[in-house]
């Protein structure tokens, strides 16, 4: 058998209904792994091995005693510290709330627990869930981002620490955290998970979304947390029609990812029943900039309370006071524009897209930069923010620094199954019909 | 039989079912009254006598033949004139689109013509259904305000020119001129009825609303329009229990506004199970800010347009562009703030109002104003408006001057057979089981 931490969701909890392994040694090897590279990686703002191993054991006698078990019974799951936790602190990554105990757990929280999940603990999330980076590094080169904001969800799951997180994305938290750890993310179209308990910076914006090493997990725990949302979904690769991103903003795109770009559609004409582009011109920025304007102003709104009672000794990023300063001096014309423009865009870029079923893009400009006073580029992420489509990212590769490389893959809301689909072909294209792999981690 | 032009929306239904009278007596008995009020009243911006005639030859020949009939077949109706209409010139009010013609008709439009309504023509609205008045002249006295911004939808239902009428409520603009004119006025709970093809002020804040001398048909109308709206209720008085509005804003109704309550309340002891006072205190100006900041970013916004077409020849009203001015000084976050506090208010007025099933409160602070330039304060009605709740003004007397005063009755969403109900008992109490009488106008 392979070793407990390396094995994905769906492959944990079929061995778990089987009796092959036991909660307990699962979380073991979780906390083992992270045990190990935590003091390297960070990629936890709490998490507390005992209460976890005991939360196992009764999963264990639960299951042992024949009792209601849920579609989550005995697994390890790890939770972004933007989300409300009554058994933990949450910090929303600020020191402001470095003694913060919630009260009540976020419903998805609140979800997971009753379908039998462990809450193995909370990951790092930038500041407020915006730009300025916690300690996090990436499981692959450590003086690289992991991206944000979502930082700790996303280099647990690549370091095999947990086989599966949750984030949120209001700009590109989820997708560019996946993309610089060579994991797969997922968002859901927004409005599908609820946000109750999570911190709310922008009410149009903000949305859940998932860290995996397997499409299948993904799908599974979209599934347990909205059922509407399809499962187990298989798609003949045949019928698949696939849109390639053409747009004025490729240009930020670096020669890496433009031949990943043109390699992958090359490799997917063998498959598929069409690949075509899709020129999206000017809307793509055009997209970004309403983005930008929503979102400063509606976080300058949200965080007006975190600003007032910040303080010399306890500051808010420059970056953060920035971007609250620019959300501040937006008027509510010009917000309401912004706001207002969506859904006519939305039409026409679905328009856009009605020959195809899914769009490639990429996720980021290139792989994760070095240094780690930023999270790098959202801007191939904002557009998909804006319209809340579903977007999964997908890591295909390395460069020659051994630095994730993938693409992202965008359906219009009610297309899940195809984005799956298509979601495990790039996958096989790849060669990794078994996942992401776990970062060699060599420190 | 009564004078044709007399009946309710309901008794001509019934008597059409019947074949006891024509649709094309009925609308030619509306024809003949607007023909002889119409050049003091001025409630018409729009109406085709010859159109309607030949729509209501065409629904008795349908009806004769045993054609599917609907809901309102027959029954002469006017729209507001900021509702598209495809086959009648809509101006919203303004010089602006005098010679505006809609390719497709309103949603509620579509509506009503599917269940067989004769739309008789379209009704004076205030400039793009803000303050600044049409021709329109109030019924009871020319020299005073009909009220606004449906100031010819309710003036028409007032003069005895139609039983039924269509309006649109931002902040007072169906209970307000149901006030003025002496008529009955509802507005359901904001999002049940469409408003597509109707002109967009505020986004928040827009909603549809009716006139007519009956509850009956207004809870027809609205049923028509939307299903899930109960019909036909009853309730037992005993059973109801009525909260009488104590605010800061009282101080603003006039003495005879401020006598009809206390008499009210005092009549309705008699006949229900409770009635009681709700103190809303300062959250009742709290709600008319907020209202006001929404009110003001929004239509600063949906009218930027109209505000650049506009011109020295095709001025808009100073008081449009004074509220356009405020809107555009308004910050995203000022408007933001006053968004998010609207739910948590709603909250608290609604758990105020827990022991109640409606809450009884003044219209208007008194009765129609003297004077043409301005339609009445809104004052009384902005925190429904706000709130999104249904309303509805009921017509019960007369002040020495022979101009109506009444009252406004508001439930939580889902109580509108209470709401219905309430009604129905003031207008006994009024002694007016026939329904608001036509105006006496003796010009």
Redesign the interface.
Known sequence: MKPLHTLSATEALSLLTARHITSEALVQACIDQIQQYEPHIQAWQYWDAQAALRAARASDAARAAGQAIGKLHGLPIAIKDNMDTADMPTTYGSALYANHQPQRDATVVAMLRAEGAIILGKTVCTEFAYFTPGATRNPHRICHTPGGSSSGSAAAVAAGMVPLTLGTQTNGSVIRPAAFCGVLGYKPAAGLIPREGILDTS?TLDQVGFFARTVDDLEWLAHCLNPALPVNTSLPMSALRIGVLQSDLLAHASPAILALLEATQEQLHQHVRAVTTVSLDTLHGLANQHHRTIMQ??M??AL?HEREIASDHQPLSHALCELMDA???????????AL?AREPLAQRIAQLLEPCDVLLMPSTPGAAPEGLSSTGSPIFCSMVSLLGWPAVHVPLGEDAQGLPLGLQLVVRPGHEIALAGAARLLMQCAQREEGAPIAAMAY
């Open positions: 009410h102003a509606e300058a709104q007006a959300g501040a001096a937006t008027t509510a014309v010009a917000y309401l524009d207002r």
